[in-house]
């Protein structure tokens, strides 16, 4: 059974630009959530997504956008990047959004802005 | 504001001995306690759960302790090994905050030969 793929697993963005990162769960999950992983923050939550619809979100600037498609695929989009942005971007997944249980998270994007 | 405080930031121990870390939350609401281990390059993978309703759960060389009333819970890595050095995260969430993730800002373990 495959994982929680990502992609790409590396980006170069100068800063000012904009960059969609692309997620595709594990096949039967439909919920998606997004996490930044930087050394002085940790991890954390950027939003979730469960049947095309945005569940929950973050405290991050409207510069972090994300959706989901009909096949529970999921995008993130930033929006005119900060040197700040740099950072690990970590998609996981897990079957549904009612009940309390782990996800599984992919290897991730690292997003390097120059 | 940190939601899980995550101690100590850098573990050394030695093969074969016990490695144990320690997370405290203050959201007496959380339900769902996870324990998250990361190697380099790689995303969090779950490692072990624990729910308030009980107070140890072991799996392996790993067990949980949880102490409720303290809003505590510990991992411990028994016979801790070499290939155990990875990068540790606690985790609190609640169906309540739409099953965010709270986590802990992470204990470095390494495992000398």
């Known amino acids: 059974k495959a994982g929680v793929t990502q992609t790409p697993r590396y980006l170069i963005k100068t800063r000012g630009q904009q960059v969609t990162l692309s997620c595709s769960p594990i096949?039967?999950?439909?919920?998606v959530s997004w996490y930044q992983q930087t050394p002085g923050q940790g991890l954390q939550f950027l939003f979730e997504?469960?049947?095309?619809?945005?569940?929950n979100k973050g405290n991050f600037p409207g510069r972090f956008s994300g959706r989901q498609f009909s096949n529970s695929r999921s995008e993130m989009n930033v929006s005119t990047l900060e040197l700040g942005d740099s950072a690990l971007y970590l998609c996981?997944?897990?079957?549904?959004?009612?009940?309390?249980?782990?996800?599984?998270f992919g290897s991730g994007t690292r997003l390097t802005v120059v | 504001q940190q939601q899980v405080k995550q101690s100590p930031q850098s573990l050394i121990v030695q093969k074969g001995g016990i490695s144990i870390i320690n997370c405290a939350y203050e959201?007496?609401?959380?339900?769902?306690f996870p324990w998250y281990q990361q190697f380099p390059g790689k995303g969090p993978a779950l490692l072990i759960a624990?729910?308030?309703?009980?107070s140890e759960k072991k799996e392996g060389r790993f067990t949980i302790s949880f102490n409720k009333s303290a809003k505590q819970f510990s991992l411990h890595i028994m016979d801790s090994q070499p290939g155990d050095s990875a990068t540790y995260f606690c985790?609190?969430?609640?169906?309540?905050?739409?099953?965010?993730?709270?986590f802990g800002t992470g204990t470095s373990l390494t495992v000398i030969p």
């Open positions: 996981a997944s897990r079957w549904g959004t009612v009940g309390n249980y782990g996800y599984t």
């Open positions: 096949s039967g999950h439909r919920s």
């Open positions: 997504y469960f049947s095309e619809t945005q569940r």
């Open positions: 959201n007496t609401a959380f339900d769902y």
């Open positions: 624990i729910r308030p309703d009980v």
């Open positions: 985790a609190a969430s609640t169906e309540n905050t739409g099953n965010q993730f709270y």
